[in-house]
């Protein structure tokens, strides 16, 4: 990261809106450019999820997630806002996303080096799998 301004997006689930504002702040005051979400569906705004049936909620999400890895392919690192050690399926899925690409990860609470290469080959091994049901239905 020898830019003047390093790009930095957030990751982690929106039920921390308050932890997003603070860390997002801190790290805009270091000189870091932050990328965060684009809403907290999880905490206030809820309504973007109103009168939408499965289908749309589930197209939603996926385009979501989808949004979230084009963020981390533009930035130089990542930083988990994971309080008490919290990560959800969708945030691990990030973090293996942003290692496999060889991004710095830093968390808000620590998580062993270890659990992280644990958990990217759980999420390998699953996409292995997955393929190689796709291949024997073709």
Same mark, same amino acid.
Not at 30 to 44: P, R, T, Y
Not at 53 to 61: F, L, N, R, S, V
Not at 128 to 138: M, P, R, T, V
């Given at each position: /990261?020898? !830019?003047? +301004? *390093? ?8 039920? $921390?809106? !308050?932890? +997003?504002?603070? !860390? &997002?702040?801190?790290? @805009?005051?270091?000189?870091? #450019? ?5 809403? $907290? ?12 049936? %499965? ?6 999400? #996926? /385009?979501?997630?989808? /949004?979230? !890895? ?8 990542? $930083?988990? #806002?994971? *309080? &008490? ?5 969708? @945030? ?7 290692? /496999? ?5 830093? $968390?808000?609470? +620590?998580?062993? %080096? %270890?659990?992280?290469?644990k958990t990217v080959a759980e999420h390998l091994q699953k996409a ?11």
């Open positions: /990261m020898n !830019k003047a +301004y *390093p790009v930095i997006t957030l990751c982690g689930s929106t039920r $921390f809106r !308050k932890e +997003y504002e603070l !860390k &997002q702040k801190e790290l @805009t005051l270091q000189g870091n #450019i932050v990328i965060s979400v684009g809403l $907290f569906g999880h905490d206030g705004d809820s309504e973007v999820w109103e009168n939408m049936d %499965e289908g749309t909620q589930t197209k939603t999400k #996926i /385009m979501l997630d989808d /949004m979230h !890895k084009k963020k981390i392919d533009m930035s130089d690192s990542i $930083f988990v #806002i994971n *309080p &008490q050690g919290y990560i959800g399926k969708s @945030t691990w899925s990030e973090i293996c996303y942003a290692w /496999m690409l060889g991004k710095h990860i830093d $968390f808000l609470e +620590y998580v062993a %080096e %270890e659990e992280i290469k292995e799998e997955l393929a190689w049901k796709q291949i024997d239905f073709i």
